[in-house]
């Protein structure tokens, strides 16, 4: 079992940055991905961003490509994800997930899930 706990969010304002952070317990993380999804009011869940935990392969949705950066730390076993020029459609509940084996973007691949964190960017 893996635990995900989400920390980090707020409200910010457009243009402005966060650093969203996901603390893993339970089991070392070798051999798993790590994502991170989002969720709109009224939309499905959305793939973010996922890296590779062994080898820190990472890839991007392309609505966040260039704004955002995953990264992890090894010793604290946990994963971020900075956002950087954030705008109104960024706002959403942000969760990030564990799999083992390699990233996908696909949400039904993830195996466990954190609760969560509200972010809001005002215009």
């Known amino acids: 079992q893996v635990q995900l706990v989400e920390s980090g969010g707020g409200l910010v304002q457009a243009g402005g940055s966060l650093r969203l952070s996901c603390a893993a317990s339970g089991r070392a993380l070798s051999g798993y991905s790590m994502g991170w999804f989002r969720q709109a009011p009224g939309k499905e869940r959305e793939f973010v961003a996922a890296?590779?935990?062994?080898?820190?392969?990472?890839t991007y949705a392309d609505s966040v490509q260039g704004r955002f950066t995953i990264s992890k730390n090894i010793l604290t076993n946990t994963v971020y994800l900075h956002m950087n020029s954030l705008k109104p459609a960024d706002t959403a509940v942000y969760s990030c997930?564990?799999?083992?084996?390699?990233?996908?973007?696909?949400?039904?691949?993830?195996?466990?899930w954190g609760q969560g964190t509200q972010v809001t960017v005002s215009s």
């Open positions: 997930a564990a799999r083992r084996g390699d990233y996908y973007t696909t949400r039904q691949a993830y195996d466990y």
């Open positions: 890296v590779v935990w062994s080898d820190g392969r990472t």
